[in-house]
């Protein structure tokens, strides 16, 4: 079948998900979107065979970024497996917050949670000048993490720690932060695609979602952030004013919420005293 007429096919049987069907054809071809219509050929039996099989698990529910392994976040390219939440959009507000409080200045950076590193290796390729450390509670987690760092060519560090257990040594000017945020209890009413798929242990952030964003502000950052330090933290849209009242009571100022493209609350950042966000 001649590549044009299967995008059609691929965009029928995909349904809902039409809109996946060129990455789809894109990965189990080698050809690019624009060799579709500057180069189409036809496409050999054992690609046709790799195209149904990945439709058939994208139907059944698995998302994409699962089935193929990597996903696209930032203009990069980052791996992705069952150990670590799919990269979004939504997050890109958070590393562009922090990549533009940056700027060309020299700085250490700590991404707690790191999952695939998506937010500290972004940050390291964009301020080449920023120190940036990954952290997260397991080795299967990092391992992905650190296959990201090689993969966009960025040299970053690495800590295991679980943040609930353990306080991080070292000091940092930045804590960067997508926490888990979900309540516990609600959790599995989430679409299926999320429940059924996704590590839970990068969701669970407690009975009120703000487990997380609890320790790092009252414990981990007094410990580990330098004077003048920053925090940055992704927070789920209706969690502006509680992770802020939390940030005003550990005696952090400057602080602000930000919204992502689609009007939400989506990033808080604070600083002990002065710091870098203050111009944003």
Known sequence: ????????????QLKENGHEADWIISHAT?????????NPREVTD??????????????SGEPLQYILGYTEFMGMTFKVNEDTLIPRQDTETLVET????????????????????????SIAKLCPNA????????????????????????????????ILEEIPKGEYDIIVSNPPYIETDVIFS???????????EALDGGFDGLMFYRRIIEEVAKEIL????????????????????????EDFSNIKVL??????????????????FHSI
């Open 46 to 59: 054992d690609e046709m065979q790799k195209i149904n099989e990945i439709i058939t698990r994208r139907n």
């Open 226 to 249: 330098k004077e003048d330090g920053e925090v940055a933290f992704e927070i789920g849209y209706t969690q502006g004013d509680d992770v802020s009242e939390m940030l005003r009571e």
């Open 1 to 12: 079948m001649v590549v044009s007429r299967l995008r059609s096919e691929v965009r029928k």
């Open 30 to 38: 080698g050809m690019s979107q624009s060799d579709f219509v500057m």
């Open 98 to 121: 922090v990549v533009t409080g940056l700027g060309s200045k020299k700085v250490r950076v700590l991404d707690i949670g790191t999952g695939s590193g998506c937010i500290g290796i």
């Open 190 to 200: 989430l679409d299926n695609i999320v429940s059924s798929y996704e590590p839970v």
């Open 131 to 162: 120190e940036v450390v990954l952290l997260d509670y397991s080795d299967a987690i990092l391992s992905v993490a650190k296959e990201n760092a090689e993969l966009n060519g960025v040299n970053v560090e690495f800590i295991r720690c679980d």
């Open 259 to 276: 919204r992502d493209p689609c009007g939400n609350d989506r990033v808080v950042t604070a600083r002990l005293r002065s710091g870098i």
